[in-house]
């Protein structure tokens, strides 16, 4: 019988500071820290690196979690020796064997009497489209991969388990839903280490066991329910065990085939090894987790009276998530826990931290990519935050609706037939995909803008301007922080930045309207569509969001179609 413990062996992949490549136990993340310290994950899958940091995450914050703030201070610069480390994890040592008789990591307890998977069927599949290219390469096809080692086969077993997706009849997800959005804490660039990625998105103790769940509960089954038998045909509420399953979750009944083993390469990293693991057995109804699962790595969102996690969304993340990732908007949007944590107690003025978002834009059971975005965090005096995060956003306000705008514009000029309406004496579009349009102009813009949701030219749209204009808005995000904590006035950056999202509004409309005419499209429709595009850029909503003076009814006359 194969044993391979998780706390023991060297099996996650790093990278150091100087560039050199290596595997390590998880107690090693400290180890040379002073002098060549391991900088990120290195993993062959960018999911993989995504699963690994929460690994490392929820092992730090069982068993070796903070106190007190203080600690957490301290331990930031000057981390937990090695072995002080691995003192700590051998506490859950039992629970953290991948083979052999007792429990098993992230596995069912029982045998499992059914027919034998590839092991490919593990991975939560994806096709290469990727916002960062750098990882593009290492996506791994289904049907590739027909053994892995044990790195590998343990990486992609927590994968599947923290991110699970809906599989069909009594596969379950994982306690967040199908494919969870992950945000984290980075530190500085210039000083970025993988103890550090950990311990910024370490919660004190007491603040963690607060959160949710019952630390009463606290066997081990409590915690890592491969402990115990699988709660099948029940639900699982928090209440019912102890915090930490939130970082153990394990909706999936899987039993890895350990008995037998194959000689030759992973089928993902490419190592050769006498111990592949080819195949494994699975039984629908595991662990059935049922809402009020506040996980602090993620964003959540009210959907009726309860909190749900976020979830990658079509068009990737990019500051147009800035409201619900980084600062709250209104009640419906609360960032993580963690990012809270940073916002309100943690962030420190010389050092510029990032917020690092990742996981999977799922489609039901399949994925359709993976997501990874890092954005700068700015930190700033705490008696300017209110001020700057209002502004903040209004800021992205404007950029949604100029946005909006854009797109509605060119289908307009694409497809719209404008039509001249002698009661209100103004233009009403109509479109061929849409009927009944509403006859109040904001009911209308929320119906054809909805209606354009899962409109690839439209999803393509949203993707450039965002992108387009992401750069100047941390520029613009700095200029802001340095005018508020100043008590400066904002009107020139406000001008800049209304003038950066005309240009972006303006350059699409000519890339998918002028540029790209075909034949359809008749000059005189383009013509007005701009024209009104100009119009409502300049529109008072916009002005007054960021406070620019505005036109009265009396300057514009009968023109009044300011959406
Ligand atoms: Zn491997």
């Given at each position: 019988m194969i044993q391979f413990n998780l706390i023991d062996e060297k099996w996650i992949p790093v990278r150091r500071h100087d560039g050199s490549e290596t595997m390590i136990a998880p107690w090693e993340v400290t180890k040379e820290f002073t002098d060549n310290p391991i900088v990120a994950l290195n993993a062959p899958r960018p999911d993989f690196n995504g699963a690994l940091i929460q690994f490392l995450i929820g092992l730090v914050q069982t068993v070796a979690a903070p106190a007190n703030r203080v600690e957490w201070k301290q331990k930031l610069d000057k981390p937990p020796e090695p072995e002080e480390l691995k003192a700590a994890f051998m506490t859950v040592h039992n629970a953290f064997e991948l083979g052999g008789d007792g429990p098993r990591f992230m596995q069912d307890k029982e045998k499992l009497e059914s027919k034998d998977l590839c092991i490919d069927r593990l991975l939560i599949d994806m096709p290469g489209n990727k916002t960062r290219d750098e990882n593009t390469d290492h996506f791994v096809k289904r049907n590739t991969v027909t053994c892995m080692c044990h790195s590998c086969c343990a990486t992609a077993l927590f994968t599947l388990q923290t991110n699970a997706p809906k599989g069909g009849r009594g596969k379950l997800t994982s306690l967040r839903g199908g494919g969870p959005l992950t945000t984290l804490v980075l530190n500085d660039k210039r000083c970025s280490s993988l103890w550090r990625t950990i311990w910024l998105n370490t919660l004190v103790s007491g603040d963690f066991l607060r959160i949710c769940g019952s630390i009463d509960k606290n066997t081990d089954s409590d915690k890592f329910?491969?402990?115990?038998k699988t709660r099948t045909g029940i639900k699982t509420a928090a209440i019912e065990v102890h915090p930490a399953q939130m970082y153990w979750g394990m909706p999936r009944r899987i039993r890895l085939n350990l008995e037998r083993s194959k000689q030759g390469k992973c089928g993902i990293c490419g190592i050769y090894s006498y111990n592949l693991i080819d195949s494994y057995r699975e039984k629908t109804k595991g662990n059935d987790y049922k809402g009020g699962w506040l996980y602090p790595l993620s964003p959540f969102f009210h959907k009726g009276n309860a909190l749900t996690a976020v979830h990658a969304q079509p068009g990737g993340v990019s500051y147009r998530n800035w409201l619900g990732f980084v600062q709250e908007e209104g009640k419906d949007k609360i960032p993580a826990k963690v990012v809270h944590e940073f916002k309100t107690i943690r962030q420190q003025s010389d050092r510029q931290f990032r917020l690092w978002a990742f996981g999977y834009d799922m489609d039901s059971m399949k994925a359709r990519c993976w997501y990874d975005s890092v954005m700068p965090l700015i930190s700033v005096k705490p008696d300017s935050i209110k001020n700057y995060e209002d502004e903040t956003a209004n800021l992205i306000s404007t950029a949604d609706i100029i946005c909006g705008n854009t797109k509605i514009a060119i289908k307009r000029a694409i497809q719209g037939r404008p039509q001249f309406d002698p009661l209100t004496k103004k233009i009403k579009w109509k479109y061929q995909d849409i009927n009944k349009i509403p006859s109040d102009e904001q009911d209308e813009r929320k119906k054809v803008l909805f209606a354009m949701n899962d409109q690839s030219t439209y999803m393509a749209i949203d993707v450039f301007f965002w992108q387009s204009t992401e750069k100047a808005f941390y520029e613009t995000l700095h200029s802001l922080k340095k005018a508020v904590e100043a008590n400066d006035d904002l009107v020139e950056i406000h001008k800049t930045w209304h003038q950066t999202l005309c240009y972006a509004s303006m350059k699409l409309f000519d890339i998918n309207v002028s540029e790209g005419i075909n034949e359809d499209v008749a000059p005189k429709r383009v013509v007005l569509a701009l024209s009104e595009l100009k119009m409502f850029n300049q529109g008072n909503k916009i002005k007054e969001l960021l406070d620019l003076p505005v036109k009265t009814a009396a300057a514009k006359g009968k023109k009044n179609a300011v959406l």
């Amino acid at each position: 019988m194969i044993q391979f413990n998780l706390i023991d062996e060297k099996w996650i992949p790093v990278r150091r500071h100087d560039g050199s490549e290596t595997m390590i136990a998880p107690w090693e993340v400290t180890k040379e820290f002073t002098d060549n310290p391991i900088v990120a994950l290195n993993a062959p899958r960018p999911d993989f690196n995504g699963a690994l940091i929460q690994f490392l995450i929820g092992l730090v914050q069982t068993v070796a979690a903070p106190a007190n703030r203080v600690e957490w201070k301290q331990k930031l610069d000057k981390p937990p020796e090695p072995e002080e480390l691995k003192a700590a994890f051998m506490t859950v040592h039992n629970a953290f064997e991948l083979g052999g008789d007792g429990p098993r990591f992230m596995q069912d307890k029982e045998k499992l009497e059914s027919k034998d998977l590839c092991i490919d069927r593990l991975l939560i599949d994806m096709p290469g489209n990727k916002t960062r290219d750098e990882n593009t390469d290492h996506f791994v096809k289904r049907n590739t991969v027909t053994c892995m080692c044990h790195s590998c086969c343990a990486t992609a077993l927590f994968t599947l388990q923290t991110n699970a997706p809906k599989g069909g009849r009594g596969k379950l997800t994982s306690l967040r839903g199908g494919g969870p959005l992950t945000t984290l804490v980075l530190n500085d660039k210039r000083c970025s280490s993988l103890w550090r990625t950990i311990w910024l998105n370490t919660l004190v103790s007491g603040d963690f066991l607060r959160i949710c769940g019952s630390i009463d509960k606290n066997t081990d089954s409590d915690k890592f329910p491969w402990c115990g038998k699988t709660r099948t045909g029940i639900k699982t509420a928090a209440i019912e065990v102890h915090p930490a399953q939130m970082y153990w979750g394990m909706p999936r009944r899987i039993r890895l085939n350990l008995e037998r083993s194959k000689q030759g390469k992973c089928g993902i990293c490419g190592i050769y090894s006498y111990n592949l693991i080819d195949s494994y057995r699975e039984k629908t109804k595991g662990n059935d987790y049922k809402g009020g699962w506040l996980y602090p790595l993620s964003p959540f969102f009210h959907k009726g009276n309860a909190l749900t996690a976020v979830h990658a969304q079509p068009g990737g993340v990019s500051y147009r998530n800035w409201l619900g990732f980084v600062q709250e908007e209104g009640k419906d949007k609360i960032p993580a826990k963690v990012v809270h944590e940073f916002k309100t107690i943690r962030q420190q003025s010389d050092r510029q931290f990032r917020l690092w978002a990742f996981g999977y834009d799922m489609d039901s059971m399949k994925a359709r990519c993976w997501y990874d975005s890092v954005m700068p965090l700015i930190s700033v005096k705490p008696d300017s935050i209110k001020n700057y995060e209002d502004e903040t956003a209004n800021l992205i306000s404007t950029a949604d609706i100029i946005c909006g705008n854009t797109k509605i514009a060119i289908k307009r000029a694409i497809q719209g037939r404008p039509q001249f309406d002698p009661l209100t004496k103004k233009i009403k579009w109509k479109y061929q995909d849409i009927n009944k349009i509403p006859s109040d102009e904001q009911d209308e813009r929320k119906k054809v803008l909805f209606a354009m949701n899962d409109q690839s030219t439209y999803m393509a749209i949203d993707v450039f301007f965002w992108q387009s204009t992401e750069k100047a808005f941390y520029e613009t995000l700095h200029s802001l922080k340095k005018a508020v904590e100043a008590n400066d006035d904002l009107v020139e950056i406000h001008k800049t930045w209304h003038q950066t999202l005309c240009y972006a509004s303006m350059k699409l409309f000519d890339i998918n309207v002028s540029e790209g005419i075909n034949e359809d499209v008749a000059p005189k429709r383009v013509v007005l569509a701009l024209s009104e595009l100009k119009m409502f850029n300049q529109g008072n909503k916009i002005k007054e969001l960021l406070d620019l003076p505005v036109k009265t009814a009396a300057a514009k006359g009968k023109k009044n179609a300011v959406l």
